[in-house]
């Protein structure tokens, strides 16, 4: 029996793993599959809806790191990740994504022999500045099996010396949960309970340091939200750090006063894509995000200097732009008067990129 491990840590790196599960048990008796989770974000009743609206299994491994500062955070996922792989011995270790838990995970792996399989490899903002960019060197130089979304990610494995083993031109395993999960997504009442109507609303996500944690910067973004709520409710789940810096600066106000500004908690899963699905645009610094809207083909802005996923921008709906509402209006005229890009759905993100690995798996294990 083949043994394989699957690292998580975030809540994104649930999404890409979703049908791990469901694939394995497509070969009876040849996978013993263990899911192990760092503990890296952990928030019992988000991680809770999360397990249970995907149905994955419950992590056989939980290392429950505490909340501590990335360096601790990542010496103790090595530390304990490491003695739990040179007990169990799997054959394969995969690490998705490019989290700090993705980083510890691969250098635990090469430091126990374990051969190792990274999801969403090759992706490259050539951004040093960005903790994803260093994870994600890291983790490919490590890695003997590169699991490719696009094919920049190829171009860019093929381009490093660094970088020695196989590439697997798969696809992105966010959509199949996009795919798999769609007749829940549609059952969502969000719109509803935000009173809000298909195409009647923006969507609104910024976390990023660089964006959110100076007065300038926090003046910009309030500048753009005054400008998008003259026509349109503007839903915005506030990431922590935003709303601390908000907060911090005495700016809160300015977009709680707002009447079309529709603030959320966190949400669940399948509330959040159908927000995307139905957005008149979205507006963000997310990377996930670029990938899901280029998918559902709706225009996303997003406010970054640099894109890991360039295939969302040279075929999807994404465009990069900068922290201007100058420069952000007259792309919101583009998508309003219906002049702005269509998009398509970039090759193999079809909702089988995890059959494909496990496809994969099952001819080099």
């Known amino acids: 029996m083949k043994k394989v491990g699957i690292v998580v840590g975030t809540r994104p790196n649930f999404i890409k793993i979703t049908q791990f599960r469901r694939e394995f048990e497509k070969y009876p008796g040849q996978y013993e599959y263990k899911l192990i989770h760092t503990g890296q974000h952990y928030d019992k009743n988000m991680s809770d809806i999360f397990f249970e609206q995907f149905g994955l299994k419950n992590p056989d491994v939980f290392l429950n790191i505490k909340d501590l500062s990335p360096a601790a ?29 993705t980083m510890a995970a691969s250098i635990a792996a090469n430091k126990t022999g374990t051969r190792l399989a990274h999801l969403e490899s090759g992706l490259r903002s050539f951004d040093r500045e960005m903790p994803e960019e260093l994870n994600r060197l890291v983790t490919d130089v490590l890695a003997d099996e590169f699991f490719v979304t696009e094919q920049s990610g190829v171009d860019n494995i093929e381009k490093e010396p660094s970088c020695g083993g196989n590439v697997h031109f798969v696809g992105n395993t966010m959509i199949d949960a996009i795919v798999g999960f769609d007749a829940d997504i549609e059952k969502s009442e969000i719109l509803e309970k935000l009173n809000i109507k298909p195409q009647g609303y923006v969507l609104m996500t910024v976390h990023r340091p660089s964006n959110v ?39 809160l106000d300015q977009l709680t006063n707002n009447d079309r500004v529709l603030f959320s908690p966190p949400l669940d899963y399948m509330s959040f894509q159908k927000l995307i699905k139905y957005s008149k645009f979205i507006l963000t610094d997310s990377g996930g995000i670029q ?22 921008i040279t075929s999807g709906s994404n465009t990069l732009v900068p922290f201007d509402v100058d420069i952000i209006s007259g792309y919101v005229d583009s998508i309003t008067n219906g002049s702005y890009k269509q998009g398509e759905v970039p090759p193999l993100w079809d909702g089988k990129a995890t059959e494909r690995i496990v496809k994969i798996l099952n001819t080099i294990l």
């Open 73 to 101: 955070q990542i010496g103790e996922i090595i530390i304990q990740l490491s003695a739990f792989l040179a007990e169990w011995k799997p054959d394969l270790l995969i690490v998705p994504g490019d989290v700090n838990s």
């Open 213 to 251: 944690d100076t007065k300038e910067k926090l003046h910009k973004l309030i500048e753009v939200v005054n400008f998008i709520t003259q026509n349109y409710h503007l839903v915005f789940p506030i990431h922590p750090r935003t709303r601390k810096s908000l907060e911090r600066f005495g700016l």
């Open 291 to 312: 990938e899901e809207a280029t998918f559902r083909q709706v225009p996303c802005l997003t406010l970054r200097e640099n894109t890991e996923r360039p295939i969302t």
